[in-house]
């Protein structure tokens, strides 16, 4: 029986590309192993998986008596339903460990860097495997995402290591003209369903007690969504609804501009003040300047306000 690798819900480009390489290290040290991805390809992942020519993984939703492996989370609410009932093996991730727990000793990476390609980059050194060329792509494709072209607060100096040497393998020379072209695919928003949008990078956590939601989009341009805002910002409230939660955020991050319109959700708007140096929600929303990193951003201080 296969083990299986995967991320977490909502499956963003690093999840994806974690997954298939992490299972392709593992199948050359011996293992048995298949990357799954819980729920569909963004548009960004499939671009990138179509650039270099890799196939998608398969949807797996129910992970229930197999060896599994996670990557890219440890949040019990980001990763499968039925995880309580599988064998975790190990965990490869680049968030704060969550509330993940074994019974018995497990391989476990976690390292505060901006992607965790750029773990497993280091992993391939660390058991002299080669890097393949499709699956050098992928993951430099997902530190570009991760990262924000190099600009988020996440970024460390491992990852722009990593970058280059997998840009070596690949051949890639422009990795800004690179990273461009896939936020402008990760950008396109026309005629998606407004749920699809706001789920596309989305994570639910639990902050003292209370339910909170924060998705993401990344955008080339802010003025992308003046479309679609007022369309947002209503989904968010419903979902938060549906939930039960306390609040639901939306980024809206400009990646050009480098900062984020926060579109807010919440039984209580101070909350935001509370986690951003009293900033005032306006109408549902509220500008974040120099904000882009939901891991070392927002749930950091969300964290603290909730407190």
């Excluded at 963004?42 to 229930?64: C, D, M, Q, Y």
């Excluded at 965790?116 to 430099?140: D, H, Q, R, S, W």
């Excluded at 990273?179 to 949008?197: Q, Y």
């Excluded at 341009?221 to 369309?231: T, Y």
Aim: hydrophobic share 40%; glycine share 8%.
């Amino acid at each position: 029986m296969s083990t299986l690798v995967f991320g977490h819900k909502n499956p963003d480009s690093d999840t994806v590309c974690a997954a298939i390489a992490l299972a392709d290290l593992k199948k050359k040290l011996g293992e048995d192993i298949t990357a799954v991805i819980p729920g569909a390809l963004n548009p960004e992942s499939k671009f990138i998986l179509s650039r270099f020519g890799v196939a998608a993984p398969e949807v797996v939703t129910s992970v229930a008596g197999k060896d599994v492996y996670l990557v890219d989370h440890s949040d019990l609410n980001q990763s499968a339903d039925d995880l309580g009932e599988a064998n975790l093996l190990g965990i490869v991730d680049h968030h704060k460990l969550g509330d993940v727990t074994t019974s018995q000793p497990l391989e476990c990476w976690i390292w505060p860097v901006g992607c965790t390609c750029t773990i497993i980059t280091e992993m391939y050194n660390y058991f002299n495997v080669e890097i393949p060329k499709e699956i050098a792509g992928l993951m430099l494709c997902a530190i570009l995402s991760d990262t924000v072209i190099f600009k988020s607060s996440t970024c460390t100096d491992k990852d722009k290591v990593a970058c280059e040497k997998l840009a070596g393998i690949t051949g890639e020379g422009d990795l800004e003209a690179l990273g461009i072209e896939m936020f402008k695919v990760k950008s396109a928003v026309e005629g998606t369903p407004m749920r699809e949008l706001v789920e596309r990078d989305y994570k639910d956590f639990n902050m003292s007690g209370k339910g909170v939601g924060i998705g993401q989009l990344e955008l080339v341009d802010l003025s992308i969504v003046d479309g679609v805002k007022a369309d947002l910002a209503a989904d968010i409230a419903k979902l938060k609804e549906e939930k039960g939660h306390h609040s639901v955020f939306l980024m809206l991050t400009d990646i050009m501009k480098e900062g984020t319109e926060l579109l807010v959700a919440s039984d209580d708007d101070s909350v935001v003040g509370k986690a951003f140096d009293g900033a005032v929600v306006k109408d549902g929303k509220v500008w974040l300047d120099n904000v882009m990193s939901r891991k070392k951003e927002m749930v950091p201080n969300f964290e603290k306000a909730f407190k």
